[in-house]
């Protein structure tokens, strides 16, 4: 069902003709967000690129802010100067996709020039990326959300297990992790940090080995669930217990990094970008990484945060345009853009060395394995602009004791009717 608005979206682009930003057919323009390390090594490929290829000229449109990038990208599209190729985010993905102006790439992506073939990505990882068959963009890389955790700090509590020994053996449950959530309070130090966003409130219910939330026909039905219903019940209350924190409202000056690697939590929920964290801190030697705790503590699929590369339909500069997204996102793309301390984990096969070659953390296999079997956000929920947004303000009123885990997801129900409707 189109919503509104991607229907006005849909309205608002048809109006427009032509392509891109005016360029001659051997010019790449392209746009993304990012953190001055990221828009470094991106800069990086681009030279490299254009060494290779010396008749065609890449031009970057970085956009520092997240929350300013979709809106500009929008208006770009809508006054026909949006770039070639561009990063879109898992949360908007599928409004992109419906509004018909990202070009299918199901064709080029299996033709001999192409270095990124489909059965090259991990399946989980398409989302509303894919649609009826069809590729519309495809995942420049990807970022589990992992438990990191500081061992002095367990030991500051009086934790003598290690969460990753406990792993290896499946012995990883959810009532040791809640234990030690409470050993934690007890001793006056914060449990486990979370970011407010699909991953955190999908990943309990699926760690927890609840259904999906959404039917196969994309109604919400987490509500009509006990057992989701218990779940989330349990979330709510270790957040309003205060052992579990929403890093999203934290003070500045007392954010969560700075919570972590002062030894004032005793786990973060986050990707493979903490690196860079820690060892700033100067604490990387005493951090390592576990995947999410489960009644009988094996593995079970829980999120993975990821950003789409998509081409704009009406590109006149096709061919440089595929031959620069292919080579992005090659495994040997991956590679370049992501070794060292890298912010993110290949979601393409042959470039897991990236994650493995240091050794840091001690236990990085988690996060390829849990990327193996992870999820990205249901596409009933992705399709819908501002629906996942939404939805955490729902539940961050759960977090902060204003509303029962009931009522929580039957608001959630309404919303989901009532925007999907639209």
């Known amino acids: 069902m189109v919503t509104a608005g991607v229907a006005a979206l849909s309205l608002t682009l048809g109006a427009c003709s032509g392509s891109s930003a005016a360029h001659d057919e051997n010019t790449v323009v392209w746009s993304t967000w990012g953190t001055a390390d990221e828009l470094k090594r991106y800069d990086e490929f681009n030279k490299a690129f254009m060494e290779r290829h010396p008749d065609i000229t890449v031009k970057m449109q970085p956009v520092a802010g997240y929350g300013q990038y979709h809106p500009k990208l929008l208006a770009q599209l809508a006054s026909n100067t949006a770039p070639d190729v561009f990063y879109v985010g898992d949360d908007k993905i599928g409004q992109f996709v ?15 020039e192409s270095q990124t073939k489909p059965d090259d990505f991990f399946p989980g990882l398409f989302g509303a990326a894919e649609k009826d068959g069809e590729y519309y963009g495809a995942p420049n890389d990807s970022n589990p959300d992992v438990l990191w955790y500081d061992k002095k ?224 956000n249901y596409a009933a929920e992705s399709r819908v602009p501002g629906l996942p947004t939404d939805i955490a303000d729902l539940f961050l009123k759960l977090y902060e004791g204003k509303a029962d885990a009931q009522t929580t997801l039957d608001d959630v129900a309404d919303l989901v009717d009532e925007k999907s409707a639209k």
């Open 98 to 112: 419906d509004s018909g102006r990202l070009m299918p790439l199901k064709d080029l992506m299996e033709s001999d």
């Open 153 to 376: 700090t367990l030991a500051a509590a009086g934790i003598t297990e290690d969460p990753a020994t406990l792993a290896e053996s499946d012995q990883w449950t959810t009532e040791k992790f809640l234990e030690m959530n409470d050993k934690l309070a007890d001793a006056g130090i914060g449990g486990t940090m979370f970011w407010n966003y699909w991953a955190t409130h999908w990943s309990w219910l699926s760690s927890q080995g609840a259904p999906a939330p959404y039917d196969e026909s994309g109604a919400f039905v987490a509500n009509t669930d006990d057992q989701s219903v218990a779940d989330v019940e349990t979330l709510g209350e270790y957040f309003h217990d205060g052992k579990f924190i929403v890093a999203d409202t934290l003070p500045d000056g007392a954010g969560s990094d700075s919570l972590f690697v002062t030894g004032k939590a005793g786990f973060y929920v986050q990707g493979r970008y903490t690196i860079s964290t820690v060892k700033d801190a100067g604490t990387a030697d005493d951090v390592d990484i576990v995947r999410w705790p489960t009644p009988d503590g094996k593995a079970a699929p829980t999120g993975v945060a990821v950003s789409y590369l998509a081409i704009n339909k009406a590109t006149k500069s096709k061919d440089a345009a595929f031959l620069f997204w292919t080579e992005f996102l090659s495994a040997e793309g991956q590679i370049a853009r992501l070794g060292g301390d890298g912010n993110a984990v290949p979601s393409i096969k042959g470039a897991d060395e990236v994650v493995l070659k240091d050794g840091y953390p001690a236990h990085a296999q988690t996060m390829l394995d849990m990327r193996d079997i992870g999820f990205v």
